[in-house]
């Protein structure tokens, strides 16, 4: 098995690390700004490689890999374009793209991906839930490329189900899955720091893959396309910079259906996409545990706008695998509302994960329904206060941001240690509230012209200015 050489590695993850002057210079919406200036959609040669002249058939039992994959190589090989994908159902396995190459999926085209895990051998590399090993490939995977693209206003479909890539996951009578051996055994292996080379898994095991991933790659988009029953995490680039995910619409409710994953990603711009997932609608991540800090790249520089969360465990979520810290998140424009919608804004972690999470801003966010609370911080999430890596949430705008029903406010869970500190609530009003607040071990949280509504009127809920 041959792996990238030590040198471009470390070369790739520098490029990720923020400059002094970035780390020095105050956060504001300002810098969203000077973030969406050096943002920039890669740009493809005019020239189009159907998958049809390369043997696809659009029947939707003919295995199509092959022919994808031959047309990929012709793309890449002329200098880059587009590889398009024709009206029709086409079934495939796994699809490996190359730089300037755009994976164009038109409108009434259905790329339909195979339930049988050997067609995403043999294993790459990747992260699952935050931890680096050699796994099932994802199903749209790029490694160490640029200028990579997903786009058109087809349908990507994961065919995933109970009967197959979901059944590995869902939980029996003793709240175990099938999955938890090696979901248990990849914990433990990368606890013990053994190298990524004989974390194996693949063939043999039930670590789903997850949808589209580009691993250590830059100048990415992903635009436009419907995404529907993934195994797991929809779009989720790894230690990857210059990202646009852009009109997507994802509509999947399996386990663990997080819709978009930045993963110690930088420069990050995710706009006018429509989440409705059985989990987090965005969720922003940096390697988990030991096996993050082992790299220790932050996820930095993500601005969310003009997006639309329905159904998730949250509307914009950071964590719980934030062991590289998460810095200067931006989030506006955005509306939230769904009875299974559980919270607007949520941060997790513990001290197993650690991590700083700051400089987060929210503002003109509309929200209808949530089922737990506006914010939500939980740095008591699976392992609590069992760790030696104390986490950190500060330095977080709220503004301009109305909600119509929702339980509370806040909730806000943490341990003596752990700091959660500098959180600016502005500006706001709250309405349909029906429990009290909850705030522990807790530092400033500053209500400024802020207007809570209870459901039924009370004086332990009402317009509040000042400290909490």
């Not at 590889?83 to 790329?111: E, Q, R, Y």
Request: with cysteine; aromatic share 6%; charged share 20%.
């Amino acid at each position: 098995m041959k792996f990238t050489a030590l040198v471009p590695l470390l070369l790739a993850l520098a490029s990720l690390l923020p400059t002094a002057h970035a780390a020095s210079a105050p956060v504001t919406w300002d810098t969203a700004a000077t973030i969406l200036a050096r943002i920039k959609a890669p740009t493809f040669p005019a020239r189009d490689f159907p998958i049809t002249n390369y043997g696809a058939k659009a029947d939707g039992t003919t295995d199509c890999t092959k022919a994808l994959q031959a047309a990929i190589a012709a793309c890449y090989t002329a200098g880059g374009g587009r590889v398009v994908v024709p009206a029709g159902v086409f079934l495939t396995g796994a699809v490996h793209l190359k730089s300037n190459v755009n994976l164009h999926v038109l409108a009434g085209a259905t790329l339909r991906f195979s339930t049988d895990p050997a067609a995403y051998l043999p294993v790459v590399r990747t992260r699952w839930e935050g931890l680096e090993c050699m796994n099932y490939s994802p199903f749209i995977y790029a490694f160490e490329q640029e200028n990579i693209a997903v786009t058109g206003e087809g349908t990507l479909d994961g065919s995933a189900a109970a009967e197959n890539w979901w059944g590995w996951a869902l939980k029996g009578a003793e709240k175990s899955t099938r999955a938890t051996p090696d979901v248990r055994a990849l914990n433990d292996l990368a606890d013990r720091g053994v190298p990524l080379a004989e974390r194996v898994f693949g063939a043999g095991h039930l670590l789903r893959p997850s949808f589209i991933q580009p691993y250590l790659c830059k100048n990415i988009l992903i635009e436009g396309v419907t995404i529907l029953r993934s195994p797991m995490w929809e779009v989720t680039p790894v230690l990857s910079s210059n990202i646009i995910v852009r009109g997507v619409k994802i509509d999947t409710h399996g386990p663990n259906n997080d819709g978009c994953n930045p993963d110690s990603c930088r420069d990050v711009l995710i706009e006018n996409c429509v989440f409705d997932t059985g989990d987090d609608c965005i969720a922003i991540k940096s390697g988990r545990n030991n096996d993050g800090r082992r790299i220790g790249v932050a996820s930095e520089n993500l601005i969310i706008r003009n997006c639309v969360m329905k159904d998730g465990h949250g509307g914009v979520v950071l964590g719980s695998e934030v062991s590289g810290d998460v810095r200067n998140v931006f989030v506006e424009n955005c509306t939230m509302d769904s009875p299974q919608l559980e919270r607007a804004l949520r941060f997790k972690s513990n001290a197993k994960r650690g991590g700083t999470i700051e400089n987060v801003f929210m503002r003109n966010v509309t929200v209808g329904q949530v089922a737990e609370a506006i914010l939500t911080i939980d740095f008591l999430y699976e392992d609590g206060a069992k760790g030696d890596h104390l986490p950190t949430v500060r330095h977080v705008l709220i503004e301009n941001v109305t909600s119509k029903n929702s339980p509370r406010v806040f909730y806000v869970a943490s341990f003596k240690g752990a700091t959660i500190d500098d959180i600016v609530v502005r500006n706001c009003t709250f309405a349909g509230i029906t429990s009290s607040e909850f705030i522990q071990h807790a530092g400033r949280i500053t209500l400024d012209n802020v207007t809570i509504l209870p459901v039924k009127k009370s004086p332990s809920l009402s317009t509040r200015e000042g400290p909490l």
